[in-house]
């Protein structure tokens, strides 16, 4: 049984700062490159920072300079420091592995498996 976790999400005003938590659980669950995505209304969930268990982090362009990632080692824990938040910054941000994780059911065959994210508001 696999199960993800976030939180730290809510409002701020442009310029401020969060920090988001993520745990990922599951009796064999053992992640390499964990990775923040996010959604905004209306558009497709997009992959913001990954880290690898090394601690190697990768950023998308827009999000480069203002927010770090972090993980408490090889464990499955996960954050993400934003800074200088933007109103465009406004989305549910997810964690997740990179690529996420693949579970299968009965009904639904193989499918990717995503927690409830976070919301993040960022007013102007």
């Known amino acids: 049984q696999v199960h993800i976790v976030e939180s730290g999400g809510g409002l701020v005003q442009a310029g401020g700062s969060l920090r988001l938590s993520c745990g990922a659980s599951g009796s064999t669950l053992s992640i390499n490159r964990m990775g923040w995505y996010r959604q905004a209304p209306g558009k497709q969930r997009e992959l913001v920072a990954t880290?690898?268990?090394?601690?190697?982090?990768n950023y998308a362009g827009d999000v480069k300079g203002r927010f770090t990632i972090s993980r408490d080692g090889s464990k499955n824990t996960a954050y993400l420091q934003m800074n200088r938040l933007k109103p465009e910054d406004t989305a549910v941000y997810y964690c997740?592995?990179?690529?996420?994780?693949?579970?299968?059911?009965?009904?639904?065959?193989?499918?990717?498996?995503w927690g409830q994210g976070t919301q993040v508001t960022v007013s102007s």
């Open positions: 997740n592995s990179d690529p996420p994780l693949q579970l299968w059911s009965a009904e639904l065959g193989l499918y990717d498996y």
């Open positions: 880290i690898t268990s090394g601690g190697t982090s």
